[in-house]
C-alpha cells in the first residue's frame, strides 16, 4: 500500500520541459492542502458551521484540480491554481475571524515557492515576491482597521493556531526536502560527470593508461614534491614489428594487443611508478624512487613477461616483444626550478631514453639498453 501510495505522488512527469521537482512540490502540496480542508470541514460540522465547512468544500475541490493538473504535465496552470486559492481562502479567514486564526502565515509557503518552485528569471521572481508582500501587506492592513466578523472563543482560536501552525510547517518542510534533494542529486550527478570527464582527459582511451599530457604533469608533480630521495628513473618501450602485427592481423588485433600490454604494464607498474600510453605503439615507464640499475632489472623482467604474453586473435597466437631504451633523471630542484624547467628536463631524458630505445631495434629487438 506504501508503495504504491509512493508511486502516485511520485509519478514523473512526461513534458520535455517539464521539472519533476515542480511537479512534486505543487502535488504533494495541494494533496496536503487536501488534507487540511478536510480536517476543516470535519471541524466545522462538528460546531454546525455549515456555511464554513461548505468553503473549505470549494478551497478543497480547487486543490484537488491543482493536484490533477500536475498529472497532465500542467505544472505552470497547477502553480497559479494553487497560489490564487490559497490567498483567496487566507482572505477569507482573516475577514472571518481576524489575525488571531494564523492563517495569514500560509504567506511564508507561497514566497517559498515563487524561489523553488519556479523556473522564472530573477526579475520575475522579485515581481513574485513583491506581490506575495503586498498580500501580506493588505491582510494586515485589512486586520489593523476592520474588526473580525466573528470573535473567536478560546478553544476555537486554538484549534486554529495548531492546525495551522502544523500545516504550514508542513509545507514548508516537503518543498525544502523536495528542493534539496533534487540540488544535491543534481550536484551528485554533476560531480560524477566531472569525474568521469577528468578521467577521460586524463587517460588515453584505447588503453586505459594515462594519456601523454597528464603523465608528464603527475611526473613534474613528482619530481618537484621533492620526495625522490633515490631519484627517478625513465624508459621508453616500443613494440617490436607492430607495423607487420596490424598487416597480418588487422588494425582490430594491433588494439587488442595494445589493450592487453596496457593491462600488464598497469598492474606490473603499481609497484614502481606509472606507465603511460606515449603514441602509437610507444610507451612511457616512469619509475619513482628507483635508480637506473634496478629500473633495469624490472624492465628486463616486464620483457619476458611480454615475451610469454599468450594474445589471441581469432584462433592464432600473436607473438609480441618489446624493446626498451632507459636512463634516469636528475630530480635535484632549487627554488628557482620552474614546472617548465623541470618539464624540459625530463624531455631531455626521454630524448636520451629514445636514443637507446634506437640502439636495441638496431642491435636485435627484445632487449633492454640503459
Known amino acids: 500500500m506504501k508503495t504504491k501510495l509512493a508511486k502516485i505522488i ?9 521539472s519533476n521537482r515542480v511537479s512534486f512540490i505543487v502535488r504533494i502540496n495541494s494533496m496536503m492542502m487536501c488534507i487540511y480542508f478536510i480536517i476543516w470541514i470535519a471541524v ?40 490564487a486559492v490559497t490567498t483567496m481562502w487566507m482572505f477569507r479567514f ?22 523553488v518552485g519556479t523556473y522564472i528569471s530573477t526579475k520575475e521572481k522579485m515581481l513574485a515576491s513583491i506581490a506575495v508582500f503586498s ?52 550536484e551528485a550527478k ?19 593508461l594515462l594519456n601523454r599530457r597528464s603523465g608528464m604533469a603527475d611526473t613534474v608533480s613528482k619530481i618537484m614534491s621533492g620526495s625522490l630521495s633515490t631519484g627517478m628513473s625513465i624508459a621508453i618501450g616500443d613494440i617490436d614489428h ?40 610507444e610507451f612511457l615507464f616512469v619509475f619513482d624512487d628507483v ?9 628486463d623482467g616486464l620483457r619476458l613477461k611480454i615475451s610469454t604474453l599468450e594474445i589471441v586473435w581469432k584462433g592464432e597466437m600473436i607473438p609480441v616483444t618489446m624493446t626498451f631504451g632507459a636512463t634516469d633523471i636528475n630530480v635535484m630542484c632549487s627554488s628557482s626550478d ?20 634506437y640502439m636495441g631495434k638496431e642491435s636485435g629487438r627484445n632487449k633492454v639498453v640503459i
Not at 10 to 18: I, Y
Not at 293 to 298: G, L, P, S, T
Request: aromatic residues 12%.
Open 10 to 18: 511520485f509519478k514523473d512527469v512526461t513534458g520535455a520541459n517539464e
Open 44 to 83: 466545522f460540522s462538528i460546531s454546525a458551521r455549515y456555511a464554513n465547512a461548505g468553503t473549505c468544500f470549494l478551497a478543497l475541490s480547487a486543490y484537488a484540480a491543482s493536484t490533477y493538473l500536475t498529472y497532465k504535465d500542467k505544472n505552470k496552470w497547477a502553480l497559479l491554481l494553487y497560489s
Open 94 to 115: 482573516v475577514i472571518s475571524w481576524g489575525w488571531e486564526c494564523g492563517i495569514q502565515h500560509f504567506v511564508f509557503v507561497l514566497l517559498v515557492l515563487v524561489f
Open 135 to 186: 498580500i501580506r501587506m493588505l491582510l494586515y492592513l485589512w486586520h489593523i482597521t476592520h474588526e473580525p466578523m466573528e470573535i473567536l472563543s478560546r478553544r476555537m482560536s486554538v484549534t486554529f493556531q495548531i492546525i495551522n501552525i502544523v500545516s504550514i510547517f508542513l509545507s514548508l518542510i516537503v518543498i525544502l526536502n523536495i528542493f534539496t534533494r533534487d540540488k544535491l542529486a543534481t
Open 190 to 208: 554533476l560531480a560524477q560527470y566531472n569525474r568521469q570527464l577528468k578521467v577521460v582527459a586524463e587517460h588515453d582511451h584505447l588503453t586505459g
Open 242 to 281: 607492430f607495423k607487420k602485427i596490424n598487416d597480418t592481423y588487422g588494425h582490430e588485433a594491433g588494439d587488442e594487443v595494445l589493450k592487453t600490454l596496457a593491462k600488464l604494464f598497469d598492474g606490473y607498474m603499481s609497484e614502481y611508478g606509472i606507465a603511460i600510453r606515449w603514441g602509437g605503439e
Open 291 to 299: 635508480n637506473l640499475d634496478d629500473a633495469f632489472v624490472a624492465l
Open 338 to 357: 620552474t614546472e617548465l624547467d623541470i618539464e624540459n628536463r625530463i624531455n631531455e631524458a626521454i630524448d636520451d631514453a629514445d636514443k637507446k630505445l
